[in-house]
């Protein structure tokens, strides 16, 4: 009897589980019906938001590429109605400014997608001082990418640092190349001036005897007579003239340089470079590569996977030598990189932009230095046009000799240092330069 109880006792427990046990399968299924017609309800209400996006999408989008292209060309038009002609040259070259090269890329049609960025890897390869980072300081200036305090700080002790080496090649130059005599007070300057180590930081009696040393009258005319350093180790920086005006402004402690003098300071580029400069729809990733001998040795290591090559040439240095070899050419040692670059393997399908920058001071140079001096093979007259167009002939020349197509070469005319520098034409290089 005991166990006949127990027995009833187990069967009346295990029937009560299997009925909870049932609630609970019941529970849960109701549950998940719940849930599963909520995601419905939601996903339904999410596919119509899509299908209505999508025929707004559709409505707005042209309805052919004829106009899809008249759209592009009225849009780039209403940009840029008021640019002004940079050069006006009688020749079938265009001639752009430095900042125009972005705002080609700019004019290009743009993904569909506003948020999907296209992007472009671009090298920008030439000799030291060209003018490649003045040009990538240009197009950084036009980004959405901003200078930030610490290169500020870092363009303010460059500024300095040109300052002083400049001042200290202008008395050198002047005493042991020109071998001009010093006043007494100036001789005077000269001898405090040498007990300055290079390394020193510049205190405000230091300043003030620069400015002093810089307003002498036989050091301004020598500065107009620059030129005759251009074969020396006493060679003079462009626009330094910009800084040494501006000393008592310079040598303030807060002193920070503005835009405009970022872009015309000289900062030598040691290591490779990687500037991300971001637009709209567009980012620019370029690479800016040492020019001197020793860094070229580093260009190799990003020649992959790059879409466009901007090769800069500083028409101005057709009489100057290298800082690093006296005896050499600046001119002919940019003709032989190019030449290198023309028939490089890794650039047979890739495209080039040829540059030929710093066209103000070319132009100012050949008022005061014959061509022919440094280039004897030139027949041409002085004049501007056919002195540009002597160079060019020269390095279209070593394309075809790196049998590279020269008619794939695109060719610009620039002022690096003027940021309001513009071009005609700019819808014609966009679409050879970066057409589908």
């Known amino acids: 009897m005991g166990n006949s109880n127990i027995k009833n006792k187990n069967k009346f427990r295990n029937k009560n ?114 003018g490649k980072s003045t040009i990538i300081k240009n197009l950084k200036n036009l980004s959405m990418t901003k200078f930030s305090n610490e290169e500020k700080i870092e363009f303010r002790d460059a500024i ?61 005319q020598v500065y107009q007579k620059r030129e005759e350093f251009s074969k020396s180790e006493y060679q003079i920086t462009d626009s330094i003239e910009i800084f040494l005006d501006q000393i008592r402004k310079i040598k303030q402690p807060e002193f920070l340089p503005s835009t405009e003098e970022i872009i015309h300071c000289y900062l030598p580029t040691k290591f490779i470079m990687l500037e991300e400069l971001v637009f709209d729809n567009i980012v620019l990733r370029i690479h800016d590569l040492p020019g001197d001998r020793k860094g070229r040795k580093q ?41 290198n670059i023309c028939s490089s393997p890794w650039f047979s399908n890739t495209k080039i932009i040829l540059i030929f920058n710093k066209t103000d001071l070319f132009k100012t140079k050949l008022q005061k230095k014959k061509l022919k001096s440094c280039f004897p093979e030139y027949n041409g007259d002085n004049s501007y046009q056919d002195a540009f167009e002597f160079i060019k002939s020269k390095f279209l020349h070593e394309s075809i000799i790196g049998q590279y197509d020269k008619n ?10 003027d940021i309001n520098s513009v071009s005609t034409n700019f819808n014609r290089i966009t679409n050879k330069i970066f057409d589908k």
């Not at 006296?326 to 030449?339: A, I, P, T, V, Y």
């Not at 610009?412 to 240092?417: D, G, K, R």
């Open 17 to 130: 589980k299997s009925q909870n046990k049932n609630k609970n399968k019941n529970k849960n299924k109701n549950k998940n019906k719940n849930i599963n017609k909520k995601k419905e309800k939601k996903l339904t209400s999410k596919l119509s938001l899509m299908k209505k996006k999508s025929v707004n999408d559709v409505k707005s989008k042209p309805k052919n590429k004829k106009e899809k292209k008249q759209k592009s060309m009225n849009n780039m038009e209403q940009g840029f109605e008021n640019d002004k002609q940079f050069f006006d040259l009688d020749t079938n070259n265009l001639a752009l400014g430095s900042d125009q090269f972005l705002r080609n890329i700019l004019s290009h049609e743009q993904p569909e997608d506003s948020k999907k960025r296209m992007e472009f890897r671009i090298l920008f390869l030439g000799c030291a001082e060209a």
């Open 160 to 220: 300095r640092n040109l300052i002083f080496n400049n001042i200290q090649n202008l008395l050198l130059g002047s005493k042991y190349q020109l071998q001009l005599e010093f006043s007494s007070s100036l001789e005077e300057l000269f001898l405090e001036f040498n007990k300055i180590s290079p390394n020193e930081k510049l205190r405000n009696s230091h300043w003030n005897l620069i400015q002093k040393i810089w307003e002498t009258d036989l050091i301004k």
């Open 299 to 339: 260009w190799p290591s990003v020649y992959d996977d790059i879409q466009v090559i901007a090769f800069v040439v500083a028409l101005n240095e057709y009489d100057m030598s290298l800082r690093e070899s006296k005896g050499e050419n600046r001119l002919r040692d940019s003709l032989n990189e190019f030449s």
């Open 408 to 417: 794939r070469i695109n060719i610009y005319l620039s002022n690096a240092t």
